[in-house]
């Protein structure tokens, strides 16, 4: 089910004024650390720091049922760097 905008207007300003409001709160009290929009509109992304699983649920559900999230956890660089080296230097010690 998509949740369309309001016919007027006016009670489309009234709801973005109220979405923006929402995001400034929850960025300037640390439960969102960066949101950011794609250039073409109509999505984006937002980064919620180091917080735990429930803390998170929490931050999201505050937008339901108007906006959707797909959840990706990540791991903090050079993590990964790391990671992909050690891989790289196993699988060229199994081909000896």
Not at 42 to 53: E, F, M, R
């Amino acid at each position: 089910m998509a949740i369309q905008p309001p016919n007027d207007p006016n009670v489309s300003v009234q709801q973005l004024e109220g979405f923006l409001g929402l995001m400034k709160a929850q960025l300037q009290s640390g439960a969102l650390k960066e949101v950011h929009e794609f250039i073409e509109g109509g999505a984006g992304y937002l980064l919620t720091g180091d917080h735990p699983p429930e803390k998170i649920l929490e931050v999201l559900a505050t937008w339901a049922p108007w906006v959707t999230f797909e959840l990706h956890e990540t791991v903090k660089f050079p993590k990964p760097l790391e990671v992909a080296i050690g891989i790289a230097k196993q699988r060229a010690a199994m081909m000896k």
